[in-house]
């Protein structure tokens, strides 16, 4: 796991989709909220994913660079992540979740804080699914349906600002959680406040 003040070192990640040009990471430009999912089409990554789309332009204007990485294939993450105005990265063999410390176990799902979010997201899915507005997710995702997420704000100079390691497989930083930790640090600095 990463901590505040770790370095990440510089890195081009290929886009699944809408870029043409590798994202950087870290971005001289702007903070990078660097998110790790579980897999293509997983409902409950897609009800959190949701809000963050639809919060999109606040992101944005705030200075953050939102990049999302799931444990499966480009072609198999294409159908589900088509509409996502940020980048999404494909990771099928876990290299950079194993890099930044990101872990899989059975209590992402069997935590009872997360049973509510489960079955909201399941209950979306299929709604979803039934008026042909998203796919099912691939019945055994590569990697495992078991992963947890991790948030991590990383400033400019590739320093990390903030991290979270999710306890259970919804437990995450909310847009507006994002938004009171991206005030904190002047864009194109990456210092702030502790």
């Given amino acids: 796991m990463l901590e505040p003040g770790s ?10 989709t809408g870029q043409a040009v590798p994202v950087s990471v870290p971005d001289p430009g702007r903070l ?3 998110q ?19 919060r999109h332009a606040e992101i944005e204007a705030a200075g953050i660079r939102e990049i999302v990485l799931f444990h499966s294939s480009a072609e198999e993450l294409r159908p589900h992540t088509a509409d996502f105005p940020f980048a999404v990265i494909a990771d099928p063999e876990q290299r950079l979740y194993r890099e930044f410390g990101v872990e899989a176990s059975p209590r992402s799902l069997l935590n009872p804080r997360a049973w509510g979010s489960v079955l909201r997201a399941l209950a979306r899915s299929a709604a979803a699914v039934a ?3 998203e796919r099912l997710a691939a019945p055994r995702p590569r990697g495992g349906r ?49």
């Fill in 146 to 194: 078991f992963g947890l997420p991790a948030d991590l704000l990383i400033g400019p100079d590739g320093r990390v600002l903030a991290a979270k390691y999710g306890e259970h497989v919804y437990d995450q930083w909310s847009v507006d959680d994002l938004l009171r930790l991206a005030a904190r640090y002047p864009v194109g600095t990456g210092e702030g406040a502790a």
């Fill in 36 to 54: 790790f999912r579980r897999f293509a089409g997983c409902p409950v990554c897609h009800l959190h994913l949701r809000s963050v789309v639809r």
């Fill in 131 to 133: 008026r042909g507005r």
């Fill in 7 to 16: 370095a990440v070192p510089a890195r081009r990640l290929a886009a699944v």
């Fill in 32 to 34: 990078v909220h660097l």
